[in-house]
């Protein structure tokens, strides 16, 4: 089934030295939701000048970011992933370490919450807790 939505966003990141950062995004989509529970939503993300998309099944989720920076993260829960990242000021070696990953999402809506740890270079750099939410259209 695929259907258009707004889509929420927020991402909240502590640097390791305590400091906090709140960044919120809201977007029109398009959700696709499959028979076997796995999903995807994709829009256009003006900061960026680009286009998200997000992936899901019942344990693992992707994120893929194209435009002024393109990246792709694969979040699974108590696994480091290598994470590509790369800006107009070239490539960063990034891991991600999820810690937590919930999911729920049909017909009509979805939710998404992933807390995770950003490495740079091997080193941490801050803890993200990034949470998503969408609404069919009516």
Not at 72 to 101: C, N, W
Request: hydrophobic fraction near 35%; charge should be neutral.
């Amino acid at each position: 089934m695929l259907y258009k939505a707004t889509l929420n966003s927020v991402l909240h990141s502590t640097t390791v030295d305590g400091r906090l950062d709140r960044i919120c995004h809201t977007a029109q989509a398009v959700v696709a939701f499959r028979d076997d529970g796995s999903w995807s939503v994709k829009y256009y993300d003006d900061e960026n000048q680009g286009e998200t998309a997000i992936s899901g099944t019942a344990s693992k989720v992707t994120i893929r970011r194209s435009g002024h920076t393109d990246s792709r993260m694969v979040f699974e829960v108590a696994k480091k992933s290598e994470a590509f990242y790369r800006t107009p000021a070239g490539i960063l070696d990034m891991t991600v370490e999820t810690q937590h990953y919930v999911c729920s999402c049909n017909a009509g809506e979805g939710r998404l919450e992933l807390v995770y740890d950003l490495h740079l270079s091997g080193l941490l750099v801050g803890m993200n807790k990034l949470e998503i939410r969408w609404e069919r259209k009516r």
